[in-house]
């Protein structure tokens, strides 16, 4: 993981360290990052479902957070 974000920065500042400094990262690009390691919870939590419950009730489930989760921002 360390390798593949030292190759974004790479290609991001085009192999010259020191415009690091001049990256800026608009409210879009830190909404991301902060949501990457939720994703990453998700995947791994994904492979720890219990046995009982099926697909669509999952489905379902992850359905009624996410609505639950993007209402304040739709109201």
């Excluded at 990453?40 to 489905?59: G, H, K, Q, S, W």
Aim: proline share 5%; no cysteine.
């Amino acid at each position: 993981m360390a390798i593949s974000i030292a190759g974004v920065l790479a290609i991001l500042t085009r192999g010259d360290w020191a415009q690091l400094t001049a990256l800026r990262f608009s409210i879009g690009d830190l909404a991301i990052l902060a949501v990457m390691p939720l994703w990453a919870f998700y995947t791994v939590m994904l492979r720890r479902r219990p046995p009982e419950i099926d697909n669509i009730e999952l489905i379902f489930l992850l359905s009624v957070f996410g609505v639950a989760a993007l209402a304040p921002a739709y109201l």
